[in-house]
Structure formats: C-alpha cells, structure tokens
C-alpha cells in the first residue's frame, strides 16, 4: 500500500454520518481501510491494513456476526453490536467489519444527512491512498453544494493529482515529525520530501485548511517540526491554521500505548512556542 490505488472502489471503515469534529460545523465523515503508515501513536489503529482472513477473530464474537466462509472472513453488519471485541485480537492492525463501495455507494448512505450537514470529510486510515475514489466522492459531494475536507498524513505527494486537489477545499495537514529518524520512529517508514511538498503546493492552492502535529516530548521533536513547517511556508505561517494535539493513549495499539500525556502546561509552552515563530492561529486540543 506504498502507491496511490487509481481503482475507483475502496474498503471503507465506518461512515459517521453527522460529526463536530473532522472539521467546521456539521460533517459527514468517511474513514477508509488501509494507510501507508505505521504510527505509533495512532488511534485509529484498525484502519491500518486490509484483513488477511486469519479467523482469528471469529470464535470470540458475542452476537455470531462473524463467520469463516471458505479462506474468507464474512461479517454480517445485522448481527454485529459493535462491541469491537474482534479489534482487540486481531494482530495485524486491521478489521473484518469493513465494505467495498464505491463513490455511490458512499454518497448514497451520506444522502440523508444533506438536510443536516455542511461538508464532507474523509479521513482514515490513509485516504489519499485512494485518489480516484476521492475525486468521485467529492465530485458528488460538490453537486449538492457540499464543501470537501481531506483529512491527509502528508505522505502522499497531494500535488500529483490535479483531479481530486480540484474538487478538494482544503486538506488538515499531519507533519508526523521532521528529524528523519525521529520519523521513522513514530512513523515506521523512512521521511521523504513529500511533508514539505505538500505544504508548499496547499499552501499555494490556498488549500491548507489545517496543520496539525501531536505532541509528545518523548518521542515528537515538537519545536523542530513547528520551526519545519514555519521555514517551509514563511510568507502564510501567519493565517495557516496551527492545532496541537496532545496524545493520548486512547485506542493505541502501537509502541506508544503506555506513553504518558503531556500536561496542560506542557502544550502551553508548544504554543507559546509556535507563537513566537510566527503562527498565530492556534488551538490545542
């Protein structure tokens, strides 16, 4: 799951179909199965590789929503009360509970929401993975008068596909982290040039809705990627939208599943800071 998948069907994860909180205002939010990181501190941990049909999950589920069918895990949706007890023991960062739709499909379910939400956002596991799925959802998303937020880890090179960037408002920008070996770390994966890439070419587009960049003194080189960032884009450091994240051990499967939170103080002085380089528009969360 290295390169941008062009097929335009991707196994999607959950669909939320009213969310205050992958975006501004009211969202639908879609999440896809499969990401190109290996994050240690992610949350979304399921989401990061498609199954591999091991059956390891079947005989423990409560309701009978999961069954081996052949070399195939099946999960029936109507059985299942979501008590999540097949993430627990899957070993492979992944979930049965996922469906292989289409833009349609997607757009079909978010349709009844349309009365209640503003936008539509699409998150992951990694969905820029998926260009060619995006480009057709938001295609759909902007013939209803829905605005269209990428929710993006900034490894994939956004620059390369014009078509989905048009039909993109803005993409929420995650930096990981900016030494290469504090990258590999936290990511799995070796840096490339595609963070600095990515935030020149939105930034340019007027499409950078968003940086954000979890903190975590131990394992996040928190001032050297803000100082990154604010070198990367001087001219727009001052109206591009800054969150800092603490991390939190909720959901964390990864290395960083015992790692203490850093205190209120502590995401005060990443504030002050990312003031003094020049962002002005901060939140933390």
Not at 67 to 91: A, F, H, K, T, Y
Request: a negative charge.
């Amino acid at each position: 799951m290295s390169r941008a998948d062009q097929t335009d069907a991707v196994w999607v994860n959950k669909i939320i179909p009213i969310s205050t909180v992958d975006g501004p205002g009211a969202r639908s939010a879609v999440f896809v199965q499969g990401c190109n990181l290996r994050c240690a501190y992610c949350h979304n941990p399921e989401t990061q590789t498609l199954c591999r049909h091991c059956g390891l999950c079947v005989p423990g589920c409560p309701s009978g929503a999961l069954s081996q069918n052949g070399s195939r895990v099946v999960w029936n949706p109507v059985l299942c009360i979501d008590c999540d007890q097949c993430l627990d023991v899957c070993p492979y960062f992944s979930s049965p509970k996922v469906r292989r739709m289409s833009p349609q499909d997607v757009f079909a379910e978010i349709e009844p929401n349309l009365p209640f939400i503003r936008g539509l956002t699409v998150s992951g596991g990694e969905c820029t993975l998926y260009p060619s799925f995006l480009t057709g959802l938001f295609r759909l998303a902007k013939d209803n008068n829905l605005s269209t937020l990428i929710d993006a880890n900034g490894a994939v090179d956004l620059s390369l596909f014009p078509d989905m960037m048009n039909v993109t408002d803005g993409v929420m920008l995650d930096l990981k982290a900016w030494d290469p070996e504090v990258y590999r770390r936290v990511t799995g994966v070796e840096r490339t040039q595609a963070a600095e890439n990515n935030l020149r070419f939105l930034s340019s587009q007027g499409k950078l809705a968003e940086i954000r960049l979890v903190c975590q003194a131990d394992w996040i080189d928190v001032r050297q990627a803000l100082d990154g960032a604010a070198k990367t884009i001087p001219h727009a450091v001052h109206d591009t939208p800054l969150k800092l994240i603490a991390f939190r051990s909720y959901g964390v499967k990864g290395e960083m599943k015992d790692v203490a939170a850093p205190g209120l103080s502590e995401m005060e002085t990443y504030r002050t800071y990312a003031e003094s380089i020049g962002f002005t528009r901060i939140v933390i969360r």
